[in-house]
């Protein structure tokens, strides 16, 4: 293919495809990050001008210094979230790990993969993604999926292939769902009393230490069924949150807020007394002592530590039962939260019990303090009324 140099710029050509058709291109060397000569080209311009821009561009973003810009510009969607996981999979915890491969395995490249990743922009990502799975997945899921692209995204940002994240703006659905969620998942006093009453009836021992043992004190899952004995402190009536555990493994807690240590009271420490009992009695019966290091909730019958799935079927057992379908297991921790902030509590004090930010239970619990205020403000006129009316003022 012979080339014809235009005179607007020197790294500029113009050539003649088989079908005498004439083209245009350019041919620009510049120095990569890493000090190397290298020559970034492109080809099939139906017109000078538009060789010209894309030249241009190119040449301002080396002079820049965005010379990875200028190289990766080919790079699908695809390839970028393959890169992204493979250099940081090793960074995140296996939930976490699993949870991701799984969003860009079966939602984000089968969407997205083919497109460039520079071309990409907001109106395709929302054409092409989210009105595809709008209505056919829940939203928290949709949710899920845009935060995870957003971050690899940012991820890009941050190695300079891309200049900025377009989709930062980009919002799912007109309402926070989780949070309109979390506001339905509790139970009122009288409901737990039940709710715990019939898990006291008809459930296992450990579940129900171990459910009365999350309603009264705000703690995760993960949190309860990661419990040892040596993290129960009977003089001093408190637990102490070190670990959290599931299916997939044992594992640090959730945040650095999460290690905590908090006050139980003596509901909850005669209770785990009584447990600590029969859990003796569980292991005796194959001839095992109870160790400090032993998870405390067992199985009855083997003795094992429970399962994550243990506790979610007998709970719904008991939620079939209570007709109580709108509450979770998390539910319950809802529940400590919301009865604390009805009772006037500081909010410092229960971000810190449920091992939260304070700005985290201004966005779970608004609502609640919301309400709160309000309640306040009426009490207030009402007070003022009472003195009034006694003191005989009137308007």
């Known amino acids: 293919m012979k080339l014809q140099k235009s005179n607007k710029d020197p790294e500029l050509y113009s050539y003649l495809t088989g079908k ?17 000569r290298k020559e970034k080209k492109k080809s099939g311009f139906t017109t000078e001008r538009a060789a010209l821009m894309a030249l241009l561009e190119v040449k301002a973003s080396t002079l820049r210094g965005e010379t990875k810009l200028v190289e990766k510009d080919t790079m699908t969607v695809g390839q970028w979230l393959d890169i992204w996981y493979e250099t940081n999979e090793a960074k995140w915890k296996l939930p976490t790990r ?36 709008e209505g056919k997945y829940k939203e928290n899921s949709i949710r899920l999926w845009h935060n995870t692209f957003k971050i690899a995204i940012n991820a890009a940002v941050e ?40 898990a006291k009836k008809h459930s296992d021992l450990t579940f129900y230490t171990m459910f009365q043992l999350i309603a009264y ?61 029969f859990c003796k009695q569980v292991l005796l019966k194959d001839k095992k002592k109870l160790k400090d290091t032993d998870f405390i909730f067992i199985n009855e019958s083997s003795g094992d530590p429970i399962s994550s799935s243990n506790c979610l079927y007998q709970f719904n ?27 006037g509590q ?15 239970i201004y966005k779970i619990y608004g609502h609640v303090l919301i309400e709160m205020e309000q ?21």
């Open 20 to 36: 005498e058709t004439k083209l245009w291109m350019y041919r620009h060397k510049f120095i990569d990050s890493n000090g190397k």
């Open 98 to 133: 699993i949870q991701r491969e799984l969003v860009i395995r079966l939602h984000l490249k089968p969407f997205l993969g083919h497109y460039k990743l520079q071309k990409l922009d907001r109106v395709i990502y929302q054409r092409e993604f989210l009105k595809a799975v």
């Open 159 to 198: 190695e300079e292939i891309l200049s900025r994240n377009r989709f930062k703006k980009v919002t799912i659905g007109t309402k926070d769902g989780s949070l309109l969620e979390q506001q339905k998942n509790f139970l009122t006093p009288s409901e737990l009393i039940t709710f715990l009453d019939d």
């Open 217 to 277: 004190t705000g703690i995760r899952r993960g949190e309860s069924i990661g419990l040892q004995w040596k993290n129960i402190d009977f003089k001093g009536k408190t637990i102490t949150i070190e670990r959290t555990r599931d299916e997939k493994s044992i594992r640090t807690p959730k945040t650095r807020n999460s290690y905590r240590t908090i006050l139980i009271d003596d509901v909850v420490v005669k209770q785990l007394r009584t447990y600590q009992t």
């Open 317 to 343: 057992k008991i939620k079939t039962r209570t007709k109580y379908s709108h509450i979770t297991i998390h539910g319950l921790r809802h529940t400590h939260a919301t009865i604390l902030l009805n009772q």
């Open 346 to 360: 500081n909010v410092k004090e229960i971000a810190q019990r449920l091992g939260n930010t304070v700005d985290m």
């Open 375 to 395: 309640e306040s403000v009426s009490l207030f006129s009402q007070s003022l009324a009472a003195v009034g009316a006694k003191s005989g003022a009137s308007s």
